[in-house]
């Protein structure tokens, strides 16, 4: 059973950036379009970014032009480089398999003050 853990997560002022990874035991990465996805206070959670096996990236029209998603295969890792980060970006964002069929792992905060 895949386990993935979140990492990278903090406290910045607007216009900061992180950088979060994505981990996972039990499975191979390599093989899957991974996917970040976000969950704020109160609402649902959300569609962020995917890269597909191959590599190519889609974006949510929310993170184009400041979010960047990448994979290392040989770390068995996925990032998502956020720049420019604003107060509603604050979420716990969760990696998973791009359609989000694997069990969530614990999520990594993030907050942004204004």
């Known amino acids: 059973q895949v386990q993935l853990v979140e990492s990278g997560g903090g406290g910045v002022q607007a216009g900061g950036s992180l950088r979060l990874s994505c981990t996972a035991s039990?499975?191979?990465?390599?093989?899957?379009?991974m996917g970040w996805f976000r969950q704020a206070p109160g609402k649902e959670r959300q569609f962020v970014a995917s890269?597909?096996?191959?590599?190519?990236?889609t974006l949510a029209d929310r993170a184009k032009g400041r979010f960047t998603v990448s994979r290392d295969n040989d770390k068995n890792t996925v990032y998502l480089q956020m720049n420019s980060l604003k107060p509603e970006d604050t979420a716990v964002y969760y990696c998973?398999?791009?359609?989000?069929?694997?069990?969530w792992g614990q999520g990594t905060q993030v907050t942004v003050s204004s």
């Open positions: 039990g499975r191979t990465l390599s093989s899957y379009n």
């Open positions: 890269i597909s096996w191959s590599g190519v990236s």
């Open positions: 998973n398999a791009a359609g989000g069929t694997w069990s």
